[in-house]
């Protein structure tokens, strides 16, 4: 365990804000909860968990303790003719399980390369791409209780998985450490081509689904994603800044009318998913910034940081957008970024 006092979070998120934390603790065993529990000052602070800091918005100096698991070992746990299991420390970086994973041509997690992050915080928002979504592969999660450390185990059925949701984005936030999760991966199967522009790159490569492998999906990925999503490294982003809002089909019907060429997709619930970044460009924000903090000029949804822009400047910038939207759609964005 390593503790660092006034400890500047720059490094750790990825819209580069250079907030401190009153403490930053980097834990790897379960054992390390209770012995800071008995320290005085330490015990009287709330406690914030953060990952890699790619899904943050930070607007403010923490007078909190921030807890970082460090824990990053691969484990296979079993495999039989089908299937293997790995147990993932959660400090892994996600890229890097994506990669191990691919490089033993194990099916499951290629559609979801070179999203930032760490493994203990994939299950938080179930993160998704490329028509996957990480629930897809996992079996379960093991995390401490902040309280005591003590030992909380979930099946996949008890992780309330949705569009990017679950019970650790909600009632578990900051109740406990991801410590490791485990995914069920295939050693065969049929490649996941539900997202059109993946298909159509792919089919114009290879002759027959049948052909393809995890790593050609893997490729093809990172080359779609370096299209399209800029580099946080090179310019600061946290992703998607709103979740893709559905809607009933009575709003629907209304809004086509006016908007025939408004792109949807069907939910199975029988919403209507409409793309935010389509709502954004449409209420003309894409490439539009208020100081420092802007909308990218080729992806509407992802909110960036053009150099000395805050937390709370992005957070003004989203709700212009947002009132703009409602007032032009009737649809309230919903944040996909955690804000702290
Ligand atoms: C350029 C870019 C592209 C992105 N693309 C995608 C994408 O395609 N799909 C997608 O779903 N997301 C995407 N994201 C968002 C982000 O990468 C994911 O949400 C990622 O899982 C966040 O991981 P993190 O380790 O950085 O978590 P953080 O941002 O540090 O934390 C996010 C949340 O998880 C909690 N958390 C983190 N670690 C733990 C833990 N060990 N135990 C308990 N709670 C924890 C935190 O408290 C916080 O609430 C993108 C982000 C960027 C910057």
Same mark, same amino acid.
């Given at each position: 365990?390593?503790?660092?006092?006034?400890?500047?979070?720059?490094? *750790?998120?990825? /819209? *580069?804000?250079?907030?401190?934390?009153?403490? /930053?603790?980097?834990?790897?065993?379960?054992?390390?909860?209770?012995?800071?529990?008995? &320290?005085?000052?330490?015990?009287?602070?709330?406690?914030?968990?953060?990952?890699?800091?790619?899904?943050?918005?930070?607007?403010? &100096?923490?007078?909190?303790?921030?807890?970082?698991?460090?824990? +990053?070992?691969?484990?296979?746990?079993?495999?039989? #003719?089908?299937?293997?299991?790995?147990?993932?420390?959660?400090?892994?970086?996600?890229?890097?399980?994506?990669?191990?994973?691919? !490089?033993?041509?194990?099916?499951?997690?290629?559609?979801?390369?070179?999203?930032?992050?760490?493994?203990?915080?994939?299950? @938080?928002?179930?993160?998704?791409?490329?028509?996957?979504?990480?629930? &897809?592969?996992?079996?379960?999660?093991?995390?401490? &209780?902040?309280? +005591?450390?003590?030992?909380?185990?979930?099946?996949?059925?008890?992780?309330?998985?949705?569009?990017?949701?679950?019970? /650790?984005?909600?009632?578990?936030?900051?109740?406990?450490?991801? #410590?490791? @999760?485990?995914?069920?991966?295939?050693?065969?199967?049929?490649?996941?081509?539900?997202?059109?522009?993946? *298909?159509?790159?792919?089919?114009?490569?290879? !002759?027959?689904?049948?052909? =393809?492998?995890?790593?050609?999906?893997?490729?093809?990925?990172?080359?779609?994603?370096?299209?399209?999503?800029? !580099?946080?490294?090179?310019?600061?982003?946290?992703?998607?800044?709103?979740?893709?809002?559905?809607?009933?089909?009575?709003?629907?019907?209304?809004? =086509?009318?006016?908007?025939?060429?408004?792109?949807?997709?069907?939910?199975? !619930?029988?919403?209507?998913?409409?793309?935010?970044?389509?709502?954004?460009?449409?209420?003309?924000?894409?490439?539009?910034?208020?100081?420092?903090?802007? @909308?990218?000029?080729?992806?509407?949804?992802?909110?960036?940081?053009?150099?000395?822009?805050?937390?709370?400047?992005?957070?003004?910038?989203? +709700?212009? =957008?947002?009132?703009?939207? =409602?007032?032009?759609?009737?649809?309230?964005?919903?944040?996909?970024?955690?804000?702290?």
């Amino acid at each position: 365990m390593n503790i660092y006092a006034n400890y500047n979070l720059l490094q *750790h998120n990825t /819209f *580069h804000f250079p907030v401190s934390a009153r403490f /930053f603790i980097e834990v790897r065993h379960a054992s390390a909860i209770p012995t800071l529990r008995q &320290d005085p000052v330490i015990s009287s602070l709330p406690w914030q968990v953060i990952g890699g800091g790619s899904n943050l918005v930070l607007t403010q &100096d923490l007078d909190a303790v921030v807890i970082h698991c460090i824990y +990053d070992e691969i484990k296979l746990l079993k495999e039989d #003719h089908g299937s293997v299991w790995l147990s993932v420390g959660a400090g892994c970086p996600w890229h890097n399980l994506v990669t191990y994973t691919v !490089d033993h041509g194990w099916w499951g997690l290629e559609n979801l390369a070179l999203i930032p992050g760490t493994v203990g915080a994939a299950p @938080v928002q179930n993160i998704g791409a490329y028509g996957a979504e990480v629930q &897809d592969t996992i079996t379960r999660v093991q995390s401490f &209780d902040l309280r +005591d450390g003590r030992r909380v185990e979930l099946r996949k059925s008890e992780c309330g998985f949705s569009y990017r949701n679950s019970i /650790f984005k909600q009632s578990l936030a900051n109740r406990v450490l991801i #410590h490791r @999760v485990t995914f069920r991966l295939r050693k065969h199967a049929t490649p996941n081509l539900m997202h059109e522009p993946l *298909h159509e790159a792919l089919i114009k490569k290879y !002759d027959t689904i049948e052909q =393809i492998t995890p790593r050609q999906i893997y490729d093809e990925v990172i080359i779609l994603r370096n299209q399209r999503i800029p !580099d946080p490294k090179i310019l600061g982003s946290a992703g998607s800044f709103f979740k893709n809002p559905s809607i009933s089909s009575t709003h629907y019907q209304t809004l =086509i009318a006016q908007h025939p060429n408004m792109p949807s997709h069907k939910t199975p !619930d029988g919403q209507i998913k409409i793309p935010a970044a389509w709502l954004i460009e449409q209420a003309q924000w894409k490439g539009k910034r208020i100081s420092d903090a802007g @909308v990218h000029v080729n992806h509407a949804l992802i909110l960036v940081n053009y150099g000395s822009a805050t937390g709370k400047n992005l957070l003004e910038l989203a +709700d212009k =957008i947002r009132d703009d939207v =409602i007032n032009q759609f009737s649809i309230a964005l919903e944040k996909e970024v955690v804000v702290i």
